[in-house]
């Protein structure tokens, strides 16, 4: 049977989402429910993706349903396109699965042409409401050339200051029929300037590119970005809803409004919106005129009102969540124009969720899975004033990499950044990219904002980790770091100029934006606690310092899934130790520097094992390139030549030699171990030692270190340093009197572990899929760089998400999937978690539930995120 691409409204119903889209198919909804809707029609989602599929053409078949279904309408109405009589008049709108706001295409007034409006006209001799047809027409004619056939708005703008001029006003509605009638003239002059052509006068017509226009904006520039940023695939389409129009300007007696059942800002269930006598919708929201409470709106249309609180109390309890409906009242008759649940703030989320449990419409589960994981976020980090970014234009983007909102002076370096802020200046660091140098600087700044990087770079893992707002790979800013200076959007800063960053959409604004600091509501708690009662994997975190590690578990965090153990080294004393390390031509000279070494790492380990408080911490010995870390600086190499009796020339001689061509597949991981194994010692001893001495401290602690090998790809790699590890922890724990347990395992973060992982699941405890390196190894895609060509993947369709990002369910997740399968036949305890940046994505985490890993790891400020999405994972999976 052929498919059906048209539903009346009266056909739908509110399961036929995917089909209808969410207006599509609240429309008919509402019309089953008995509310009044005028009775238009749907066309689908299905249609769009056919216009796709047959190369951007309304294929015949459509077309004719289309054809047939505008009959049924005028029929049902009673009225006709382009009758003289009663002439029909509608709105085209889009509707996706997802509500999309203001990504795609609208077309109002449908219909209008030169007879209808001289017909109507006619028929009420009232001259406002000649004004009010004249206005809808040069409405009409403006957005259907705007819309539909991508002439710019700006010529139509010009001719409408220039009659404003003219006539000596300042404001549209100043503008009388006479001089809108010569506009709507003027307008389709202007029309055939540009196209060459007429202005359609036949409804049908207008209706058909109407239609087209809406399928093509689904692929408009701005709604691919909105689709990328929540996740909605690109193959759903859209619908197209055509519906009768009602009107709001037809005179004193009727109006136009917009409503929420609840407060959608705070939560609190009290009714909220805003009307406005004798107007039609987009004037609401264009606010040349102020709108009144919607209270207000019971003394001018009391019958009306009833009616809406009356509907509004329908449709919470059909839908069992907050509405936000827009309406019309037509010569006192109310219309329901849309109904969907409404887009609120996190804080409103929670406590909407919390009410609605209380109130018996919702049970837990459901509560649970009304809250965007990703939402929370705006709870746990600085934003700016929702009032102010409103109406703020940003003057470029980059990459949301570390959620938050920063305003400050610019400074170009890390220690600009430290000195400025020591003196009292709120400061955001500008660099084309951050180093492990950088850290300090990064931590005393508001926010970082890099010219390259990704959502793995240096920048994006550390700002994270840190709960630091952090905007990346901002590639439009041409960058003059020596100069202190950069352009963006034609304009030049200057080291001391302000801007503000917001690291959730990555936009970038020109000066101070003012931030409020995040509260945590007492629904939070409930939520989370709910969450934790149904989720079956467990969250660890990604930590290296005892702050973030007491922060983690703060927000719930049931252990440390990675310790990055190179992190530790980047405080200056520290440094200085860990570079003679790597300058070291000698086992004596590095063993020299590692004893130097290893009394900080036990103190941290001993820090972080406290603030655990017996939870299992996770201690990944050192991975990076060595070079990463040698002085790039005159004064630093002279100072690491002093220290190790070296002189200049021989430093910086041996800093050449640690250069590589491919440094993230060089010299780093356990490769280090293989080839100076002293350092593996040394770092066994660190945690060993460590865990004897916490145990001793707090014997009620089961102090449990899991010792993680990086960048394994081979069993018998992995055997090498697992000798040392055993030999050297045995060792320690014998002569420390105290009964350690201690497990050892790896990373999988190389495609041929994955491959063998039933040969090291042998002789592992666990596994952690290292998705940051898996990654980029299984694309081949540096983490640091791609982030460059990235953008011409998604414009041709290749990539919807960043894989960095978001698992890569079908290439990387494959390896995931064969390497559980492959290891836990031979290991039956061997557990298995994901440490890399997707730990605290939620798509992501809901698909390590449906793997089965024991635990998502992620940076602190994304526990609760984690938390949220393994519950919902754990819910939907049920
Ligand atoms: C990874 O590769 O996913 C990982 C967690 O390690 P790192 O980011 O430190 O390379
Ligand atoms: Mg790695």
Known sequence: MSKKYCYLFSEGNAGMRELLGGKGANLAEMTNIGLPVPQGFTITTEACTQYYEDGRIINDEIMAEVKANVEKMEEINGKK???LENPLLVSVRSGARASMPGMMDTILNLGLNDDVVAAMIKGNPDPKFERFVYDSYRRFIQMFSDVVMEVGKKYFEQLIDKMKEEKGVKFDVDLTAADLKELAEQFKAEYKKQIGEDFPSDPKVQLYEAIRAVFRSWDNPRA???RRDNDIPYSWGTAVNVMPMVFGNLNNNSGTGVAFTRDPATGEKKLMGEFLVNAQGEDVVAGVRTPMPIAEMEKQFPQAYKDFVNVCDVLEKHYRDMQDMEFTVENGKLYMLQCRNGKRTAQAALKIACDLVDEGMKTREEAVLMIDPRNLDTLLHPQFDASVIKK??????????????????????ADDAESWAERGEKVVLVRLETSPEDITGMKAAQGILTVRGGMTSHAAVVARGMGKCCVSGCGDINMDEEAKQFTLAGKTYHEGD?????????????????TVDATIAGEFGRIMKW????????????????????????????????????????DPIRIAAFREMICADTKEAREAALAKIEPYQQSDFEKLFEA????????????????????????DIAALAAAQGKTVDEVKAIIESLKEFNPMMGHRGCRLSITYPEITVMQTQAIIRAAINVTKAHPGFKVLPEIMIPLTCDVKEYDFVKKIVVETADAEIAAGGVEINYLVGTMIEIPRAALLADEIAAKADFFCFGTNDLTQMTFGFS?????????????????????FARLDRSGVGKL????????????????????GEHGGDPTSVEFCHELGLNYVSCSPFRVPIARLAAAQAAIKNK
């Open 531 to 570: 969450a934790d009662s149904f989720r079956t994997l467990h969250v660890r975190t990604n930590a290296d310092t005892p702050e973030d590690a007491r922060k983690a578990r703060e927000l719930g965090a049931e252990g440390i899934g990675l310790c990055r153990t190179e992190h530790m080294f980047f």
């Open 816 to 835: 995931m999937d064969m390497t559980i399968k492959a290891g836990r036949p031979v290991n039956p305890k061997l557990h298995v978690g994901i440490c």
């Open 81 to 83: 396109f382009g009758d």
């Open 612 to 635: 655990l408080e017996g939870y299992p911490v996770t201690i990944r010995f050192l991975d990076p390139p060595l070079h990463e870390f040698v002085p790039t600086e005159e004064e």
């Open 224 to 226: 691919n970005v909105y």
């Open 783 to 803: 983490r640091d760089d791609s982030g460059k060509f990235m953008n011409a993947y998604y414009d041709n369709k290749i990539f919807e998400n960043d894989p």
């Open 498 to 514: 302000t801007i503000s960053i917001d690291g959730s959409t990555g936009n970038i604004y020109d000066g101070l934006i003012p």
């Open 392 to 413: 703020a234009e940003a003057i470029g983007k980059g990459l949301g990499a570390s959620p938050g909102a920063a305003a400050g002076k610019i400074v170009f370096s």
